[in-house]
């Protein structure tokens, strides 16, 4: 099983649509979770922190859940400018992170 | 705000040729970090760096080796390149915040795109 595994998409919205990604993450003692994104060619850059109890930062949430392992980005009122890879990452401990694959978002005029 | 450079952008090597590619930070940041990502996949950690002086390798670090003599800069060396070392190569670094790996952020370089032909 890997580390952290994403649907690597591509998910098609169009703009102003509510679209969310999971990730499944293999160790249980991970301590820190982080979405970023990555645009074409381009490198990733943090988009928001995970904390247990959830957490928002304008049109994007991200959720936690430890007992199932997984964790969630939910972006509302979706914007042309939102379409990117978004990378999934675990801290497995002292100060390494295991990056996911990414999940490709499209959103359409 | 400079961040974190990493040169060159680009580079074309040969089968069997040496090259460096050079990562600097300006945060003042005792962590450091090359990945490499290949088309479709996640960025595997090659090798990092807790502090000037110290290094261990990461997931990938074969046919790689680094250094890390000042806080600032942490140059990887290719030395028979490779095939299969073609890829894009992203150096980051980071500073824990109080103490916290919840606050472990690390920062990317725009990155190196490699060919090994």
């Known amino acids: 099983r890997k580390e952290v595994e994403q649907d690597p998409g591509p998910f098609n919205v169009p703009e102003g649509a509510t679209v969310a990604f999971n990730c499944t993450y293999s160790?249980?003692?991970?301590?820190?979770f982080f979405w970023y994104r990555q645009d074409c060619r381009k490198e990733p850059k943090l988009l928001m922190s995970?904390?247990?109890s959830g957490n928002e930062d304008g049109r994007f949430t991200a959720q936690l859940n430890r007992a199932s392992q997984y964790i969630s980005l939910l972006i509302r009122d979706s914007k042309l400018s939102d379409s990117a890879t978004y990378l999934c990452?675990?801290?497995?401990?002292?100060?390494?992170?295991?990056f996911g694959t990414g999940t490709r978002l499209l959103v359409s005029p | 705000n400079a961040g974190v450079t990493q040169t060159p952008k680009f580079r074309i090597l040969k089968i069997g040729q040496s090259m460096t590619l050079q990562c600097t930070q300006d945060?003042?940041?005792?962590?450091m970090y090359w990945y490499r990502q290949d088309p479709g996949m996640g960025l595997k950690l090659i090798y990092y760096?807790?502090?000037?002086?110290?290094?261990d390798k990461g997931e990938v670090p074969n046919g790689y080796n680094v250094s890390r003599s000042t806080t600032e800069d942490f140059p990887l060396r290719l030395e028979l390149a490779a095939p299969s070392q073609t890829s894009v190569y992203f150096c980051?670094?980071?500073?824990?915040?109080?103490?916290?790996?919840?606050?472990?952020?690390?920062?990317f370089g725009a990155g190196t795109r490699l060919s090994v032909l």
């Open positions: 990452v675990v801290n497995a401990g002292f100060q390494k992170l295991v």
């Open positions: 760096s807790v502090g000037a002086g110290i290094t």
């Open positions: 945060m003042n940041h005792n962590y």
């Open positions: 160790n249980s003692a991970s301590q820190s």
């Open positions: 980051a670094s980071s500073q824990l915040a109080g103490g916290t790996l919840a606050k472990n952020i690390q920062y």
């Open positions: 995970v904390y247990s």
